[in-house]
């Protein structure tokens, strides 16, 4: 059960003023009788609620792919910089929160959501899930970057990185590189370039297990997944 107010507002009715205004206009029904009341509770997953005519439509979870543009924190909130949840508009669902961390220059694939189970699942280190980046480094990578990558990494931690796949998109004092790790250290890309002698100067990530990014979304752009990703996604981990 929840408040009617709240159920507006996450239901994209607006922020809790402009839903009470709503109520107040009379422009609310819950089955099929028009309410004003904004503290009335409802039963969220079974009563059929209008407003203006359009038919509210509740989702337990928000999930959003975010092309995260750089610049901006993968955080929730801060008191000087920007976030990634600063970028979305209206009512902030309650609980939603950047699925794992991508450094404030990094772009790209960011899944937002307030399911904290499936988030839990992605960031399991047991779970393994395939992260996808593309990187533009200083120094020429070679094969024997390739056969590193494979073998794993000594970037400071206990153990070697799992094996990564590195594929060289072009070698040259500048080269440009796709990499596939399944684990998710703190900087992990940055410092495996360095533990072979190069520096990352731009990243992105295009996936995220099956999730890829949506190549419609501009930098700062963000789009809600459909039912197949989130599927796919939870039939994944
Ligand atoms: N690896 C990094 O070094 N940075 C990121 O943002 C993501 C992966």
New binding site residues.
């Given amino acids: 059960m929840m408040r009617l107010d709240r159920y507006l507002c996450e239901t994209g009715f607006g922020t809790r003023s402009q839903v009470k205004a709503l109520l107040k206009k009379g422009l609310v029904q819950v089955d099929g009788e028009i309410v004003k009341k904004p503290e009335l509770k409802i039963d969220e997953n079974r009563a059929q609620v209008f407003c203006g005519g359009a038919a509210a439509v509740y989702q337990k979870y928000v999930y959003l792919m975010m092309n995260k543009p750089p610049g901006v924190l993968s955080a929730t909130e801060d008191r000087r910089q920007k976030t990634v949840l600063d970028l979305v508009e209206g009512p902030v669902p309650d609980g939603l929160f950047p699925v794992g961390?991508?450094?404030k220059d990094?772009e790209g694939l960011l899944l937002l959501t307030n399911d904290g189970e499936l988030a839990h699942r992605l960031l399991s280190p047991k779970k393994h899930v395939d992260k996808i980046?593309e990187a533009k480094v200083e120094g020429r990578v070679t094969e024997e970057h390739v056969r590193r990558f494979e073998e794993g990494l000594d970037i400071g931690e206990k153990k070697l990185t799992l094996p990564a796949a590195l594929e060289i998109l072009s070698s040259g004092e500048e080269s440009r590189v796709r990499v596939t790790i399944r684990e998710?250290k703190f900087?992990?890309?940055?410092?495996m370039f360095e533990a072979v002698g190069c520096r990352?100067l731009w990243?992105k990530?295009l996936s995220m297990g099956s999730l890829r990014l949506d190549g419609s979304l501009e930098p700062g752009e963000y789009r809600t997944l459909k039912p197949e990703e989130i599927e796919r996604l939870k039939e994944q981990t």
């Fill in positions: 961390r991508l450094d990094t980046y998710g900087h992990q890309i940055k410092r990352v990243l990530r």
